[in-house]
């Protein structure tokens, strides 16, 4: 029985790993047709969403979006960055946002034979301000051989005496610790000089307490903060993987998504519990860029 089960889940691991192709699209996405936007003074309110969407496959996902968005003052900016998104899940956003908006999607896997893919994906408002972004390609595959992942770098021009820069993570499951150290050091060397404002945020899959440390650890070496989640609600991780724990440390109660940032005033961090569409939570940050003289 043992062995007819180990055979099944490696014919699984095979199967899966054949049908994820890596993928290095990045596209930059910009609305067209510009909207009237507000002119942003500097040290003024914004907002960052962080959410695994889960490829936005469920239908409900277009009108919690579209709630989350509504909920956000109209003179705010917000920068929305989504893991597990599809370069089409843009002009969903685009069509329940109230201004113009730029940004990036960059693509970790797809089906062969298909155009399909998925990635992560950063939007912002305001669409007039400069945007660049580079991708971030994790050294390792899960696993080794199944789906590789991708985070995002974006540098934003929001005026006054900054330049902020945000990088959009998710992170690698099922690797080694020394694995998952080295794609963290990928992702925070990518930062630029410590006087720049900078947030970092995504699905880290920090499922364990070592993982967690790790990435605790190299974000205060450059000078990152964690936001504290008021608000965590329910927990991002699975219940039923919950016989990791006597292998690795797996702990169901550890949530995978959030934020880090330096050179920027936090004035909440909260989870939205009514979303049903994916099993992550978005996590939604509330910050003001601070001066140079205040960083």
């Not at 959009?168 to 990518?190: M, P, T, W, Y």
């Amino acid at each position: 029985m043992l062995i007819r089960l180990f055979r099944v889940c490696v014919a699984i691991l095979l199967l899966t790993a054949v049908s994820c192709v890596s993928s290095r699209d990045t596209f930059s996405l910009n609305d067209g047709e510009p909207k009237q936007g507000k002119k942003r003074s500097p040290g003024s309110v914004s907002y960052a969403i962080s959410w695994n969407i889960h490829k936005a496959s469920d239908e409900r996902f277009a009108r919690e979006i579209g709630e989350l968005l509504a909920d956000i003052p109209e003179e705010a900016g917000v920068i929305l960055c989504l893991q597990e998104a599809r370069s089409s899940t843009y002009e969903l956003i685009k069509r329940k946002h109230r201004e113009r908006v730029s940004g990036h999607y960059t693509s970790s896997w797809r089906y062969p034979f298909s155009r399909k893919s998925t990635g992560v994906l950063t939007v912002r408002n305001g669409g007039n301000a400069r945007v660049t972004a580079e991708p971030i390609r994790a050294p390792f595959r899960e696993f080794y051989a199944v789906s590789p992942k991708v985070s995002l770098r974006s540098e934003f021009d929001t005026g006054g005496d900054h330049t902020l820069e945000i990088i959009n993570c998710h992170g690698l499951n099922f690797v080694s610790i020394a694995s998952f150290e080295k794609q963290l050091d990928e992702i925070f060397k990518r930062l630029q000089s410590q006087e720049h404002p900078a947030i970092v945020c995504g699905d880290f899959n920090v499922w364990n307490a070592g993982r967690l440390e790790i990435l605790r650890e190299k974000a205060k070496q450059i000078g990152l903060s964690e936001a504290i989640n008021r608000s965590p609600g329910k927990s991002a991780s699975p219940q039923w993987l919950g016989w990791l724990k006597v292998i690795n440390g797996y702990d169901p109660d550890l949530h995978l998504d959030r934020f880090f940032t330096r050179g920027v005033e936090v004035l909440d961090c909260y989870s939205a519990k009514d979303t049903v569409s994916s099993d992550h939570l978005p996590q939604i940050l509330r910050f003001r860029i601070l001066s140079k003289g205040n960083r």
